[in-house]
């Protein structure tokens, strides 16, 4: 298969449907509301994926947490505007700490990389903190995460159908992030046609939010 996106146009499309996926819950109601949340689907798979690439090529993996940590925080007053109305909402967290912990998983998956149970049970306590912890996405995102990282090395199509069997069995219209998945599969480390700041998603990622919820105060 030939590659056809490189890691900015795929961010940069990432980036472009989670904007559609929020403006949505903000602005919208009925089919436009439900086009616009399809589409948004699309984001979660590249984000994920490319934190797998992040850890896998950081050569300093505390720096890498922190950054993703400071973020999280820094997203989570802004995520709790726009999805629940309060200042800080406790009952779910921003997908930043997904990413955290996924983050944390890997670290672990691949420090106990030759010991099979240890690394289902890693699997396993990256899913059930992202379910206790209500972070966005459940333990379904943490999953998805960590799948990016043990198939990393498969055939792509076997890839691509563990964990489109994984969005389609969490349900709703999670099966559209397949969409995102299939654009994963094109992807190849490539010289870049579309440069982007380094830090371009972290600063987004609260950055839309806060505009969509002063917009919507207008």
């Known amino acids: 298969?030939?590659?056809?996106?490189?890691?900015?146009?795929?961010?940069?499309?990432?980036?472009?449907a989670m904007f559609c996926d929020h403006f949505?819950?903000?602005?919208?109601?009925?089919?436009?509301?439900?086009?616009?949340?399809?589409i948004g689907r699309i984001a979660f798979p590249i984000f994920a994926y490319f934190i797998v690439q992040g850890f896998l090529h950081t050569s300093d993996f505390r720096k890498y947490f922190m950054r993703i940590g400071i973020f999280a925080l820094i997203s989570e007053i802004p995520f709790d505007l726009v999805f629940s109305?309060?200042?800080?909402?406790?009952?779910?967290?921003?997908?930043?700490?997904?990413?955290?912990?996924?983050?944390?998983m890997l670290f672990f998956l691949r420090k106990w990389g030759e010991n099979g149970w240890a690394r289902g049970l890693v699997f396993l306590a990256g899913c059930l903190c992202g379910a206790v912890l209500r972070v966005d996405y459940s333990w379904f995102g943490v999953a998805v995460v960590g799948l990016f990282y043990l198939?990393?090395?498969?055939?792509?199509?076997?890839?691509?159908?563990?964990?489109?069997?994984?969005?389609?069995?969490?349900g709703g219209i999670?099966?559209?992030?397949?969409?995102g998945v299939l654009?994963?599969?094109?992807?190849?480390e490539e010289r870049e046609v579309l440069p982007l700041p380094k830090y371009l998603f972290y600063i987004?990622?609260?950055?839309?939010?806060?505009?969509?919820?002063?917009?919507?105060?207008?």
């Open 85 to 104: 109305g309060k200042v800080l909402e406790l009952h779910s967290q921003n997908v930043m700490f997904t990413m955290l912990i996924g983050l944390g």
């Open 174 to 179: 999670e099966w559209f992030g397949i969409l």
């Open 24 to 38: 949505a819950v903000v602005f919208l109601q009925g089919e436009p509301y439900l086009v616009m949340r399809m």
């Open 204 to 218: 987004f990622y609260p950055a839309h939010l806060l505009f969509l919820f002063f917009l919507n105060m207008i």
């Open 151 to 170: 198939l990393r090395n498969s055939w792509e199509r076997y890839r691509l159908f563990v964990i489109s069997v994984l969005f389609f069995s969490y």
């Open 183 to 188: 654009g994963i599969m094109l992807y190849r």
């Open 1 to 16: 298969m030939s590659g056809k996106f490189t890691r900015n146009q795929l961010k940069a499309a990432a980036m472009i």
